[in-house]
């Protein structure tokens, strides 16, 4: 089991940690800031620096076998770590910041299109949702305002947490047409920025919408008869 300290505190940099395992797929610690890839969002990379200040470079991060496992996989070449070694998880902070304020900001596309998600990816420089938007009309400059005014406006982001129940209670919290939010696990993590958009979503964010900083509707694109997908990116 790796304790994921990025749930509790997406600003963490870094923690102290101690190799479980490893192997031919990668390294486990017993706690990390490192997020595995899912919901969209890339998994972290990094550095694991042992005792002696080596540092072993981490190229991406993943979900292991079970849901409580974290894989952290090393460059090629990067040197093995021992079972038992005590490191220092420290991630590329610039990378996952923008990840941060991208993710935060599809919420708020979330809000500012009226349609199912049927998809999405986040990115460091450009992300981008696919609604299932029908003959909506969807332009470019309107929803680039109702974006920059959300994050203008500084709402305050934070997670929240319900139960299994109170989840399959309330199916209309659920934006995302072909990714079901985890159950079985007897509680669910939500996203709420308040008064905006609540929704289930286990990524990191920036603790209020300002933090984002101005963003362009780079364009739209036809996926299909019903599918438009609108592509996203920070101005800086």
């Known amino acids: 089991m790796t304790e994921e300290l990025f749930r509790a505190d997406a600003y963490l940099k870094s923690c102290e940690a101690t190799v479980t395992a490893a192997d031919a797929t990668g390294i ?22 042992r005792a002696d200040g080596t540092p072993v470079a981490i190229a991406d991060t993943r979900k292991g076998a079970t849901p409580d496992e974290i894989v952290h996989v090393p460059a ?7 079972v038992g070694e005590r490191v220092t998880a ?4 610039t990378r996952r910041h923008r990840h941060m304020r991208m993710h935060t900001c599809l919420h708020l596309l979330c809000a500012a299109v009226p349609a199912g998600v049927t998809g999405g990816q986040v990115g460091a420089e450009r992300s981008r949702l696919d609604f299932d938007s029908g003959d ?32 399959a209670a309330r199916p209309e919290l ?24 609540l929704q289930p979503c286990g990524g990191t964010h ?3 919408t300002g933090e984002i900083g101005p963003v362009v509707v780079e364009k739209i694109e036809s996926k299909g008869k019903r599918n438009r997908r609108v592509v996203i990116a920070l101005v800086a």
Do not use: C
């Open 136 to 167: 909506l009309p969807l332009d470019k400059d309107a929803i680039a305002a109702k974006l920059n005014a959300l994050i203008a406006a500084n709402h305050p982001v934070e997670p929240r947490w319900i139960t299994d129940d109170e989840m």
């Open 206 to 208: 920036v603790r209020a």
């Open 76 to 82: 090629a070449g990067a040197p093995a770590l021992a």
């Open 90 to 93: 420290e991630i590329d902070w």
């Open 28 to 49: 486990r610690l017993d706690r990390t800031v490192f997020y595995p890839m899912g919901g969209g969002q890339p998994g972290d990379t990094g550095t694991l620096r």
């Open 174 to 197: 659920v934006r995302t047409m072909s990714v079901k939010p985890p159950s079985g696990l007897g509680r669910v993590r939500l996203l709420d920025i308040a008064g905006v958009d």
